[in-house]
């Protein structure tokens, strides 16, 4: 989502197109194919949940076609973490995302190790 004149702008695709994600299980299904998705348009284009699902049902509190109610829903899942994971300090640009981790024996705690070392590079909700 970005900000135009003052105004927020919700970028997104037709309900009918091909590429549109309609539900929290096909949103989880390609989030697991790609590995990492980020929430928001960003500068890679069609690379985020707003662009591929439908900008009208963004916080409608529909959890069933609202991809902002989405990211809890899909957080809660074993193998999926939302979070914001790159820091400006590290030279990335703080961004939203969604994570598929391959590994999830342990994860939890090894990321809560890491920051409450105070490395705070990544955040979590669950």
């Known amino acids: 989502m970005g900000n135009e004149s003052g105004e927020w702008i919700r970028h997104g695709m037709k309900w009918d197109n091909p590429d549109c994600i309609h539900s929290v299980d096909e949103a989880i299904k390609y989030i697991n194919e790609l590995g990492f998705l980020p929430l928001f348009k960003n500068e890679i284009d069609g690379f985020s949940l707003e662009e591929r699902t439908v900008p009208e049902y963004?916080?409608?509190?529909?959890?069933?076609?609202?991809?902002?109610?989405?990211?809890?829903?899909?957080?809660?899942?074993?193998?999926?973490?939302?979070?914001?994971?790159?820091?400006?300090?590290?030279?990335?640009?703080?961004?939203?995302?969604?994570?598929?981790?391959?590994?999830?024996?342990?994860?939890?705690?090894?990321?809560?190790?890491?920051?409450?070392m105070g490395k705070h590079l990544i955040s979590i909700k669950r």
């Open 58 to 116: 963004w916080w409608s509190d529909d959890p069933e076609i609202d991809p902002w109610m989405w990211r809890a829903i899909i957080a809660r899942r074993h193998d999926i973490v939302y979070g914001k994971f790159f820091d400006k300090k590290a030279g990335f640009i703080s961004k939203n995302g969604f994570l598929y981790l391959l590994i999830t024996a342990g994860m939890d705690m090894i990321l809560m190790h890491y920051m409450m």
